[in-house]
Nanobody, 121 residues
Framework: VQLADSGGGLVQAGGSLRLSCVGSGVYFNTYNIAWFRQAPGKEREFVAAITHFGGDARYADSVKTRFTISRDNSKNTASLQMNNLKPEDTAVYSC???????????????WGQGTQVTVSS
């Protein structure tokens, strides 16, 4: 599966953005989808993940009450709705696909190219 993520941009603190991840190729609905982010000088960190049919979602504690991950397998898309954004959310966000959900980035097999999210104070 190939992934293409988009939707990043510049937003003021307290604002919202919606990121999208479009999968091409077959069997998109057989993969769990996750979002990771990487801020300058920091390691890539887990943000959220959703199971292949959307029945379960997991979140990092830092985003749990503000972000929502979803997917629409009929459109081969997954989304990350980000509300009440904070300057510390500034990072490059990437979607990823894998057979198992884990917070370890190296265990996700397929990646989007990344989209920049910048939150100004």
């Amino acid at each position: 599966v190939q992934l293409a993520d988009s939707g990043g941009g510049l937003v003021q603190a307290g604002g919202s953005l919606r990121l999208s991840c479009v999968g091409s190729g077959v069997y998109f609905n057989t993969y769990n989808i996750a979002w990771f982010r990487q801020a300058p000088g920091k390691e890539r960190e887990f943000v959220a993940a959703i199971t292949h049919f959307g029945g379960d979602a997991r979140y990092a504690d830092s985003v749990k009450t503000r972000f929502t991950i979803s997917r629409d397998n009929s459109k081969n898309t997954a989304s990350l709705q980000m509300n009440n954004l904070k300057p510390e959310d500034t990072a490059v966000y990437s979607c990823a696909a894998a057979s198992l959900i884990t917070t370890t980035p190296t265990r996700w097999a397929y990646w989007g190219q990344g989209t920049q999210v910048t939150v100004s104070s």
